[in-house]
């Protein structure tokens, strides 16, 4: 992990190669993150950030499951820039400069492609009318006004070092104008929420089943379904196989284990059974073509810092 304070430009920055620290990267926010996909990870958060307002730019290189809750007394308005992602109790997967209000009171879930990229301005709660800062469903781009590019321009702008102090002093008061017109043009666009289908059931028992017992099969006899509807449902909503996501999720919880328990009373064997993984030689191997660096690697590596 590195950091990079442009105290200049107000913009900070930091590098990750590890997922358990960068759910942590965004201030006040509630995030859990679970890889999905093979190899070395790698992230990076911008932060451009006044007073009370912050803007983010977020990416990570492979597809995540990642659940969250934005700051308490805080509204964040947020657009997907990358590849496209899905969100439990919504229908359709949301595409490349679609938009979304998030708010305080809500847990989001969703599911990334890899190479996701992110553009978030999180604000006071009183920063927006009552019926705004209520939220609403995805709002697809012919309906964002281009806010999306606007905010991208400065926090890159600012990032290169580009952006004048006057434009700076100004831009949160221009980011709340532009905001509380798109967001009042999106509440027109409002759809109705999804009724709860089979992916809200398949995640729904993968939280309550131990991990021992995360798999497809076992699934399709709690949920009373068959396996290939149930593999089905996971790759149209996800773009992935379920048993890929199943073995992400339960590798996932492996890796933030490991990585926040003192090595110097933990085995790595030890965990690798609690979830499950009892020879030791096949765990080694898939943890390594996970992450792309052995279990004991992410035990000894120095203690996760807080952003």
């Known amino acids: 992990m590195h950091t990079c304070l442009k105290t200049k430009t107000l913009v900070r920055e930091v590098q990750y190669d590890n997922f358990v620290d960068q759910e942590r990267g965004l201030d006040g926010w509630k995030q859990l993150y679970r890889q999905l996909s093979p190899g070395a990870f790698e992230g990076h958060i911008a932060a451009l950030e006044w007073d009370e307002i912050s803007l983010y730019r977020e990416t990570v290189n492979q597809k995540m499951e990642n659940f969250y809750r934005v700051p308490d007394g805080s509204i964040c308005v947020g657009f997907s820039l990358g590849k496209r992602l899905s969100m439990a109790g919504q229908a359709n997967a949301i595409g490349a400069g679609t938009g979304m209000i998030h708010v305080a009171d809500e847990e989001y879930h969703i599911f990334t492609d890899s190479h996701a990229d992110y553009i978030m301005l999180t604000l006071p709660d009183t920063a927006l009318s009552e019926e705004i800062a209520r939220g609403s469903n995805p709002i697809p781009p012919q309906a964002s006004h281009g806010i999306a590019d606007w905010m991208l321009t400065l926090i890159e702008s600012a990032r290169q070092g580009l952006a004048q102090q006057p434009v700076l002093d100004l831009a949160p008061d221009l980011l709340i104008d532009r905001i509380s017109l798109w967001a009042r043009d999106a509440m027109r666009h409002r759809l109705r929420k999804s009724p709860r289908g089979l992916m809200s059931d398949i995640l729904a028992a993968c939280d309550t089943l131990p991990f021992e017992k995360l798999s497809v099969s ?20 996800t773009g992935m196989t379920l048993d890929d996501m199943l073995k992400g999720r339960r590798l996932s919880e492996v890796h933030r ?34 992450f792309g660096e052995r279990p004991s690697d992410t035990l000894r590596r120095d203690a996760p810092k807080h952003h």
């Open 218 to 237: 076992h699934l399709s006899k709690v949920l009373e379904r068959d396996r290939a509807e149930l593999r089905a449902c996971c790759l149209e909503r």
């Open 257 to 290: 284990c490991l990585r926040l328990s003192d090595p110097r009373d933990t085995k790595v064997s030890d965990i690798s059974m609690e979830f499950g993984y009892y020879h030791w030689g096949r765990f080694s191997q898939t943890y390594r073509t996970m």
